[in-house]
C-alpha cells in the first residue's frame, strides 16, 4: 500500500542530496518518525500506513494487558473455511452478522478456541455444531469459546457467531458520505479483522473465505474472489463472494455502494485465459476512473512478465473506490481511493503498480508475522521500480535515489527493516523504501539471473501460504550460492545507513588504484545470532568510475570486506593512466551517505 510515486513527487518529495558534512550528535540520533506520523512531507507519505498505525495503536490499548494481538503462537486450531453473512446499510452505522467457522484441531486436547472479535457487538448467539455453547470469556478484543469435549488431532468442529451492533468508531469499517450517496468500505491491516467478524486474526492462519453482504436496493457489494447474486422479496440483494484460495484474515474485504462498473481483460501469459478485470467506482468519478483504469490490463502484463503468470488468473482482478487516500492490496479486489480515482490531473501509474504487485507480494506470498511486514511493503514499492524499467526503461538505481530516499541518517528510513510487531507501520519509510532498496542491492550482489530465478523459487514454495525473512535469505543463497547472513544482517536487523568518505589513489605506474573507504557512521551492524568473524562494519560492492585526463573513463569494482572502519582496496585500473576525476557509485545502486569522494595521491 502507498500513494504512487509519480504523486509523491507531486507532495514535495526531494531526491537525496549529498552530505557535505554530518554533526556527530546526527549519529546518536534514534530513528526519527516518518513524515506520515508527524506531519512532515518530505519523503512519500503513506496515508493507509498511518491509518494502520493508527489501527495497531488502538488495538493495543483495547486489547489490555498482554499482546494486543496473537501472530505466530499456538492457539491449538487451525481454521478451514469462514462464510461471513452481513447484512449493512451504508446509510447506517450498524451491522448484522453472522460468522460459520469451520476448523480443525492442530494439537490433541484442544479445548477452546480464542477469536479476536471487538466487544462492542451484542451476541445473539453463538452455537458449537448446532448447539448452543457461552463463552469461556470475553474483553474488548477477544471471544474464548470453549471446546468441551476437547477435539483431538485433526478432528473438526463448527463454529457459529451471530451478533449486532455499532461497528467500533475506529476499525475496519468505514461509513463515508460522497456525491453519490453513502458508502461502506473496509480497511483491516493490519489487526482490525476482528471489527466487524470473529476470526483468528493472524496472518499464518490463513483460510477459505466466503463472504454474502445483503444490502439495500441500489446498492451495490464487492468483495474479493467471484460472485452470485441473489434477489430478496423485499427488494434488498445478497452478493456472495468466494475466493478459492485460502488468505490471511486482514486481506478480506467489504464495499457496499451506488458503484457504476468499469470493465476490461487480462489476456494470460500464454493466451489461454480471457481474465475479466471489474471494477467499482462512484458515478460522479467515472469518466476519470474509467481513464486511470484503462491502463490496468498492461500492468498486468508487465508485472507477469517480471514475477510470473498473476495469482488469480482463473478468478479476477480489479479495484473499488475506497474512504482513504491510497491502496489496499484484497486479493482480486484492490481498494484506491475514491478522490484519486476521480483526479484525471493525477498520474497513479505507481500506486496501481504498487497494489497491483501485492497480489504476488503479500496475497499469494504473505509474511508469516507482522516483523516481516517488509516482504510485502518493500517487495511492493521495489515492483514499482521494476515496471519503471520494464515499461519505459527508467534506470533503477536513479529512480530509487530520486524518490525513495531521503538522504538523512536518522530520517524517514533510519528505522531497522524489520519491524516492531505491535504496530508494524510505524516507521513506514524502512518497511516501504529501505525494504526496496534491500532487494535492489541484493539483486545487485548476486546478478539478475540468480536475484530472478530466486524470487521464483521463493514464490513457488510459498505460494498461498507464509514466508519468512530467513526463508528468503536460505532460497537466494541456495540459488545464488552466495552467503547473505552478513548482508540480512547488516541492511535488515541494523539501523541508518552507512555514511562514506571515499579517495582513490593511484599507484605509480598506473596499473592499479588504490580505493579508500572511511565508515563514519556511528553505529555497528547488528548480529542477532552473532557468529566468529561477523564484521562489525558494513560489507558492500562499491563501484566507482575512473577518468582519466583524456575523458576517457572506466568502472572498477572494490568489495569492502567491512572488517575495519577504514579500508583500502587495491583494484587494476583498466585506463592504464593516471586517475584524475571519480564518481562514487555511479548507478546510485547503494544506500548510503556520500560525504566526500576525492583523488589522491
Given at each position: ?182 458508502v461502506v468500505t473496509s480497511l483491516s491491516e493490519p489487526f482490525d479483522a476482528r471489527t466487524f467478524w470473529p476470526c483468528v486474526d493472524d496472518p499464518s492462519d490463513r483460510a477459505v473465505v466466503t463472504v454474502r453482504a445483503t444490502v439495500p436496493p441500489g446498492v451495490t457489494a464487492a468483495s474479493g474472489g467471484l460472485v452470485t447474486e441473489e434477489a430478496l422479496p423485499d427488494g434488498r440483494r445478497t452478493f456472495t463472494w468466494r475466493l478459492p484460495q485460502a488468505i490471511p484474515t486482514y486481506l478480506v474485504a467489504l464495499s457496499a455502494g451506488r458503484f457504476s462498473t468499469v470493465t476490461s481483460t487480462y489476456v494470460s501469459r500464454d493466451g489461454e485465459v480471457e481474465m475479466p478485470v471489474v471494477s467499482y467506482v462512484l458515478p460522479s468519478t467515472l469518466a476519470a476512473a474509467t481513464t486511470h483504469l484503462a491502463a490496468v490490463p498492461r500492468h498486468i502484463e508487465v508485472l507477469a512478465g517480471i514475477f510470473g503468470e498473476y495469482p488469480f488468473v482463473d478468478t479476477k482482478y480489479g479495484i473499488v473506490a475506497s474512504h482513504f487516500r491510497g491502496g489496499m492490496e484484497h486479493p482480486t479486489l484492490t481498494s484506491i481511493g475514491s478522490e484519486l480515482l476521480g ?259
Open positions: 500500500m502507498t500513494v504512487p510515486a509519480p504523486e509523491r513527487r507531486r507532495l514535495g518529495r526531494v531526491a537525496a542530496p549529498l552530505l557535505a558534512a554530518l554533526p556527530l550528535l546526527l549519529l546518536a540520533e534514534p530513528p526519527r518518525p516518518d513524515p506520515v506520523e508527524c506531519g512532515r512531507g518530505a519523503l512519500a507519505a503513506h496515508p493507509e500506513a498511518a491509518a494502520k498505525a493508527a489501527l495497531a495503536r488502538r488495538a493495543a490499548r483495547e486489547a489490555g494487558p498482554g499482546p494486543s494481538h496473537v501472530e505466530g503462537l499456538d492457539r491449538g486450531v487451525d481454521v478451514l473455511t469462514y462464510d461471513v453473512s452481513l447484512s449493512v446499510d451504508p446509510a447506517r452505522e450498524w451491522l448484522e452478522g453472522r460468522t460459520v467457522i469451520r476448523l480443525m484441531a492442530a494439537v490433541d486436547g484442544a479445548s477452546s478456541v480464542p477469536l479476536d472479535f471487538a466487544g462492542s457487538y451484542e451476541l445473539v448467539e453463538v452455537l458449537r455444531d448446532g448447539r448452543p455453547v457461552p463463552p469461556s470469556s470475553r474483553t474488548s478484543s477477544r471471544l474464548v469459546l470453549p471446546l468441551d469435549p476437547p477435539l483431538s488431532r485433526e478432528s473438526r468442529t463448527t463454529l457459529e457467531v451471530a451478533y449486532r451492533g455499532a461497528p467500533p468508531g475506529v476499525g475496519a469499517l468505514a461509513f463515508w458520505g460522497s456525491p453519490d450517496g453513502p483526479d484525471d490531473s493525477r498520474d497513479l501509474t505507481g500506486l496501481l503498480v504498487h497494489e497491483l504487485a501485492h497480489q504476488w507480494w503479500g496475497d499469494e506470498v504473505t509474511m508469516r508475522t507482522w516483523d516481516d511486514i517488509w516482504l510485502n511493503e518493500g517487495f511492493a514499492t521495489y515492483a514499482e521500480v521494476l515496471y519503471d524499467e520494464r515499461a519505459d526503461g527508467v534506470e533503477p538505481g536513479p529512480n530509487l535515489a530520486a524518490w525513495y530516499d531521503d538522504g538523512r541518517y536518522s530520517g524517514a528510513l533510519g528505522a531497522t527493516v524489520v519491524a516492531d510487531p505491535s504496530n508494524p507501520f510505524r516507521y513506514t519509510g524502512a518497511v516501504y523504501e529501505k525494504g526496496a532498496w534491500v532487494l535492489h542491492m541484493l539483486r545487485r550482489l548476486v546478478g539478475d539471473e540468480a536475484f530472478f530465478d530466486a524470487l521464483a523459487v521463493y514464490r513457488q514454495r510459498h505460494a498461498l501460504g507464509n514466508a519468512t525473512r530467513q526463508e528468503l535469505r536460505s532460497e537466494v543463497e541456495e540459488v545464488s550460492g552466495v552467503g547473505l547472513k552478513q548482508f540480512f544482517d547488516q541492511w535488515l536487523e541494523t539501523p541508518y545507513r552507512p555514511i562514506l568518505r571515499v579517495t582513490v589513489g593511484n599507484v605509480p605506474d598506473a596499473s592499479a588504484v588504490r580505493v579508500t573507504v572511511e565508515q563514519r557512521q556511528g553505529h555497528a551492524v547488528r548480529h542477532p545470532q552473532a557468529a566468529e568473524g561477523d564484521a562489525s562494519w558494513y560489507a558492500f560492492p562499491l563501484r566507482v568510475r575512473l577518468t582519466d585526463a583524456s575523458g576517457a573513463s572506466a568502472n572498477v569494482t572494490a568489495n569492502v570486506s567491512g572488517r575495519t572502519a577504514t579500508e583500502t582496496v587495491t583494484v587494476p585500473n583498466p585506463l592504464g593512466r593516471p586517475v584524475t576525476k571519480v564518481v562514487v557509485d555511479p548507478s546510485k545502486d547503494l544506500l548510503k551517505i556520500l560525504e566526500a569522494a576525492t583523488v589522491g595521491g
